[in-house]
Structure formats: C-alpha cells, structure tokens
C-alpha cells in the first residue's frame, strides 16, 4: 500500500460545498491526519489571512499554500514568499482599467485593495478576501504584494485569459485561471505546482507520498507535481486529463471521503 505523508486540496468548488462551507468533522479530520504524522495542506488563490480564519482551530497544525503558491506558511511559520515588482502591478492594473471589463484587486500580505469605484462588489469579494480596502488611485500605492487579482462579474475570465493575458503576459509572469471569475499574475514560476515541489524538498516527502485535489485550471501544476491526483466530480472537463483519480463532488464530500480511508489505513491508501 502506497505510504501518504502529504495531503494537498484546493478550497472553493473542491473541499468548500458550493455553499461555501467546510464539510463537517473537517477539524477532526485535519487532528487525526496531525496524530498520523500526514501534513494537511490548503492550497488557494485565497490570501493568508483569509485561510487562518477559516482554520481558525488548527492553523498551526497545518501547511498554507496561499494566493495560488505565493506565500507558503508551515506551522504558523512564513517559510516562502514573492513579491511581485510594485511597476509590474502598476503597469498590468493600468493595463486592466483602460482595457477590459475586470475588476483589479492588489493582493498585499495583510489586505487586499480595490478602486472604490468598484464599492458594489466588496460584499462578495470579502467572501474570499477577509481584509478588504479601497484606493480612489492605484497609481500612488507602493505596497508589498504577493499577487494581482482581476475579477470579471461577466464571468469571461478564460475568455480573456486565452485571447488577451496569455499572450500579453505569460511570458514574463505566472498566470492562471480560476473558476469563471479570477485571473491571477504572480512572478513567473510561483504556482501551486512550484509550492508542492518547495514543500515536498522542504520536508522531504517524494511527489509518490503526496495527494493533491482540485477542480480547475490553477490547479492543474498541483495535480501534474504529485502521484495521487485527483479532481472532484464537478471539476471543468477538461480537467480530466491532469488526474490519475476522481472522487465524488464537493458537495458530496469527495474529498473528505479519500482523507477517511487513508486515516483508515493509518497513512495508506
């Protein structure tokens, strides 16, 4: 039987119900997998600040993958981070305003900053950004971020992504799709992909001890970077292919159902 010592899953349409909720007994499942020695870890677009809240419980008995690989915390422990350059953000938010129908959101360490022209969407947006603010101009902020957001309510992010962003910016930066809604700009190399290759040399765990579950294109370097990889149900379709496994849908607790039985076998599967 195949030995799990890490366990990787993505948040909103993986392990969140589309309710946006944990599935139930999440916190005793994260503490057995801590008794078992088998290191839990939450990987998202969503920031630090946002995940911690959410684990509110056991955030020190976890591992961060935050804003798409970004910033990695181990054990309440910053461990990674990088910084994108404050021209490269000003330049691609300038880029966004006077050229598509996207909402810019400046992803700093502890809150994220949208126009205040755009004040309608802060409801939504703190579902995934706990820590939100507003700027009458980007031009004149100079701050620390890890990542730069864009949101289109139109729900034309691979749309935009395929004729626009790839080939404006993908040479010189990480970009990736999530979801409908998000296209996200980190430096080039950070993804969730290179964040699993960063722990497993970190704690020493080969890509044949790691599991990893998601449902879309952030994804898809996470799924390639480990043996045990699985989207859920109600994963894109084309997600198929980055996968060597599928369990039930999010809503049907896919996830948690896999995390059971390797608790069963006391770390295999």
Known sequence: MAEIKLIATDMDHTLLTEKGELPPNTTDLILDLHQLGIEFTIASGRPLYTLTHVFEETHQQMTF?????AIIRYHGEIIFKSLLPIETYQAIIHFIES???GIAILCGLDTAIISEEQHQHLDFLRTF???IQTTKDFST????????????PNENSKAYYDTVFKPKYCADLSVTVGDTIWIAFMNKGIDKGSAMRFLSHKLAVSADEMMAFG?????VEMLKAVKYSYIVANASEDMRQYANFITKSNDDDGVSEIIRKVIKNNGHL
């Open 129 to 131: 950004y706990r820590h």
């Open 215 to 219: 449902d879309t294109y952030n994804d």
């Open 99 to 101: 050229e598509t129908d």
């Open 141 to 152: 902020l100079a701050i620390d971020a890890d990542k730069l957001t864009i949101y289109f």
């Open 65 to 69: 993958i935050a804003d798409n690989g």
